[in-house]
């Protein structure tokens, strides 16, 4: 039976920047069960004097001390948070001393500003490539010119999300191109695919997980057949290694990593949002 | 003019958390611009090799120290990556000792599992609010007994995205409901919306900045003049406010700290992916 431990994400802005790094270590310790809580826009010392009894209490409630995962950047905030008797642990205090150190400049303690601050050309730039994205989700739109990519797969492979993620984070126009069966039927690209060859990715996917997508859609449907799914895979699969379109299983991959690997792949730099 | 710094995010995985940490520690020094790169899915040491001559090349023509920032779990990855002579900022490292005194229990160094590994059931929730999101998307299906959320909102204030990133992220079923001139004409909530009193959230937008997006989306329309735009954010304000609607200008606010706000504001909890 694993301990139980609660965790708080506390933060000035949105506690984006503290639930990503808390998550990614938390993931390393299996051997505890976490409860999480997330205070966002903390942004005052009486916020945070509000907050820690509530921390104070989780503690009491499951016997062990608490885990503060932080963002705060105003110390006064902080100490107010650590009044909780939980195990701080700043997000940024590690690095800012030797990055003001290497930059030669003191860091300004200005709050929330990661994913706080809209700069316009951005955010034209993000939800541009949202618009695109939805405009050209499953082969509704076919001019691919404007492309930044085009997945191609057969239907529920999970080209949709990845397009909307790629939008999202990156402000990559991202379209994608549903595999029919009469596109199947042959080994060669479709026609609309063919001048786009070095924007093209497929997505593949386990016909056994396919089939169990499939069916949650569409119960009993041919379409949610395993022998559907089967041949569609297999026809899907030869297509792309003959025409030398770089794929990858979606069967263990997340939505995340997904869109990391079309990043590199095809060898597109853009910074996240 | 401000020194230029090259910075690289490397990691065994996406590099999302790597990149999401160092994003925010690189806002807090505003005197020197960063050029970015990343490497995603460095999980051996021959890979570490390859990169390490890269970002000395780039220190050596920025004429300064690069600094990495780095996430690969593998410290004999790390050490061929400090090879490059950079500021190594590891962002897991400081925190891994107190965890696990803390926790007692030591970290499994496994790679790349924050944003790898793919849990089915969280996985069709993420898929699942993604669908809903697109098939309720701007009035598009009404039923909203399954929402959790209902964005209400004039054309082009920023309900799409926030939906569709409270899908992503939350796997939150938001919906999005656009305010006609119809609706407009009256003081109270469109019918429709009525039982769903307690879902409901409106964004509101500075009317020059709406006349800068819908003149980008239709130019020289009546949707896109200043009076139009003027008349219908006025309205919704007035409908917001008479009906008690929570509500928040998307002007100056990033899509990541609406859903935040949105979620704070109705007491919705949920884990981030």
Not at 15 to 29: D, K, N, P, R
Not at 210 to 236: G, H, M
Request: net charge negative.
């Amino acid at each position: 039976m694993p301990g139980v431990r609660p965790v708080f994400y506390v933060s000035d802005g949105t506690g984006i920047t503290a639930e990503t790094i808390g998550h990614s270590l938390l993931t390393q310790f299996t051997q505890t069960r976490f409860v999480t809580e997330r205070y966002s826009f903390v942004d005052s010392v009486e916020r945070a004097a509000e907050i820690a009894p509530k921390i104070r209490a989780a503690a009491e409630e499951y016997g062990v001390r608490a885990v503060v995962i932080n963002s705060c950047v105003d110390s006064v905030v902080s100490s107010a948070l650590a009044e909780s008797g939980a195990l701080m642990l700043d997000v940024f205090a590690p690095f800012i001393e030797p990055l003001e150190r290497e930059l030669g400049e003191a860091r300004e303690r200005r709050i929330g500003q990661a994913h706080g601050l809209v700069n316009f050309e951005t955010y034209h730039r993000r939800i541009n490539a949202m618009n695109f994205a939805l405009t050209h989700d499953d082969g509704a739109a076919t001019d691919y010119a404007g492309a930044d990519v085009i997945l191609v797969a057969v239907s529920r492979a999970g080209k949709t999300p990845t397009c909307v993620y790629l939008a999202l984070h990156y402000g990559i126009r991202a379209a994608n191109y549903p595999l029919t069966e009469e596109d199947l039927e042959h080994d060669r690209l479709p026609p609309r695919l063919r001048p786009w060859r070095n924007k093209l990715f497929g997505l593949t996917i386990d016909p056994v997980r396919l089939q169990q997508i499939r069916q949650e859609r569409r119960p009993n449907s041919r379409y949610a057949q395993f022998d559907t799914c089967k041949r569609e895979v297999a026809a899907a699969e030869m297509m792309f290694r003959g025409e030398g379109i770089p794929t990858l299983s979606t069967t263990h991959t997340s939505i995340e990593e997904i869109a990391s690997k079309v990043l590199t792949t095809l060898g597109i730099h853009r910074e996240m949002f």
